[in-house]
C-alpha cells in the first residue's frame, strides 16, 4: 500500500463539526464519525496533531440577556473574558474527541495552554514531540493561551512548533471558493492558491495572522470537507484533495 506523504500532520476542526443544525453542545455521533475517520489515519503510523475550536459551545461576544423586569437588553461581555470562555470551551471538545479516540483504541494526550493539571498535561513543545514519536494523538487545547488570537492562530503555532509537514483544515465544504458555495452555486473553487491571494481576497478561510504565519515558515495548508469519506486519509497520501493553500 502506497505510504503516506506526509509524516507529522497537523489536523484543525472548527468546533461546529461537532455541533447538531441549530443547536449548540457536542453531538455523540459527529464525535464517533470523526473519531473513525482518524483511525485509519493513524494505521498509517501518521504522527498525528489535532487543534479543536469551541464554537459549538462558545462563540458570540454579544449575549442577549434577560433584566429584572423580563425585558430583554444586549450585554456585551469583556473581549478577553469572552476569549477565555472561548479557550475554556476548547478544553471541553478536546476532551471528547480523547474519549471518542480512545474507544477507537488510539492512545491520545490532550495538552492544554492553560494549566489544567486534574484535566490535561501542560502544553510543553519538547513534551507534546515526544508524545506524537511514541505514536500518540496529541489534541492541543486552550488556543494559544492568549486572548485576540483564534484556535486557526493556535493551529498554524502548533504545527510551527512541532515541525509539522502539513497544516489539514477540515471544514464542511470540499475546499475555498471565492464566494460562499452555499448561496452561490456558481462560486469557483481554487485547486490551488497562494498565500497572499488568500489573505488579500479576504476569502475566511483563516484569519490573516494563522495564513500569515504559515507563510512565513512555508507550511501549506489543505482545506478539504470534512464529512467525505476517507478525506483526511486521502490528503495524508497526498492524493489530490480540496484546496491547496501555499
Known amino acids: 500500500m502506497k505510504g503516506p506523504k506526509y509524516?507529522?500532520?497537523?489536523?484543525?476542526?472548527?468546533?461546529?463539526?461537532?455541533?447538531?443544525?441549530?443547536?449548540?453542545g457536542?453531538?455523540?455521533?459527529?464525535?464517533?464519525?470523526?473519531?473513525?475517520?482518524?483511525?485509519?489515519?493513524?494505521?498509517?503510523?501518521t504522527e498525528l496533531s489535532i487543534v479543536i475550536g469551541g464554537g459549538n459551545i462558545w462563540r458570540a461576544r454579544m449575549a442577549v440577556i434577560e433584566?429584572?423586569?423580563?425585558?430583554?437588553?444586549d450585554y456585551v461581555i469583556d473581549r478577553v473574558t469572552a476569549d477565555y470562555m472561548g479557550m475554556l470551551a476548547t478544553?471541553?471538545?478536546?476532551?471528547?474527541?480523547?474519549?471518542?479516540?480512545?474507544?477507537?483504541?488510539?492512545?491520545?494526550?490532550?495538552?492544554?495552554?492553560?494549566?489544567?493539571?486534574?484535566?490535561?498535561?501542560?502544553?510543553?513543545?519538547?513534551?507534546?514531540?515526544?508524545?506524537?514519536?511514541k505514536r500518540r494523538v496529541v489534541i492541543f487545547a486552550g488556543g494559544t493561551g492568549n486572548p485576540y488570537?483564534?484556535?486557526?492562530t493556535a493551529a498554524a503555532l502548533r504545527a510551527v512548533e512541532i515541525n509539522a509537514d502539513i497544516i489539514l483544515k477540515a471544514t464542511k465544504v470540499d475546499g475555498v471558493y471565492d464566494d460562499d458555495?452555499?448561496?452561490?452555486?456558481?462560486?469557483?473553487k481554487y485547486e490551488e492558491l497562494p498565500y497572499l491571494e488568500a489573505i488579500n481576497k479576504n476569502l475566511k478561510i483563516m484569519d490573516t495572522t494563522a495564513i500569515s504565519?504559515?507563510?512565513?515558515?512555508?507550511?501549506?495548508?489543505?482545506?478539504?470537507?470534512?464529512?467525505k469519506t476517507g478525506n483526511i486519509k486521502r490528503a495524508v497520501l497526498g492524493e489530490k484533495v480540496g484546496t491547496v493553500i501555499s
Request: aromatic content about 4%; some cysteine; hydrophobic content about 45%.
Open 149 to 152: 488570537f483564534t484556535t486557526d
Open 213 to 227: 504565519l504559515c507563510m512565513d515558515n512555508k507550511l501549506s495548508i489543505i482545506v478539504f470537507n470534512l464529512w
Open 91 to 133: 478544553i471541553m471538545n478536546a476532551l471528547a474527541i480523547q474519549d471518542a479516540l480512545e474507544k477507537e483504541g488510539i492512545p491520545t494526550r490532550v495538552m492544554t495552554a492553560i494549566d489544567m493539571h486534574k484535566l490535561a498535561e501542560p502544553y510543553i513543545r519538547r513534551k507534546a514531540v515526544r508524545h506524537l514519536e
Open 181 to 188: 458555495p452555499m448561496k452561490n452555486r456558481k462560486a469557483k
Open 67 to 73: 433584566s429584572k423586569g423580563g425585558k430583554k437588553e
Open 26 to 45: 457536542i453531538v455523540l455521533d459527529a464525535l464517533k464519525l470523526i473519531a473513525r475517520e482518524i483511525k485509519p489515519v493513524y494505521n498509517l503510523k
Open 7 to 24: 509524516k507529522r500532520v497537523l489536523l484543525k476542526i472548527s468546533g461546529e463539526a461537532l455541533l447538531s443544525k441549530g443547536g449548540h
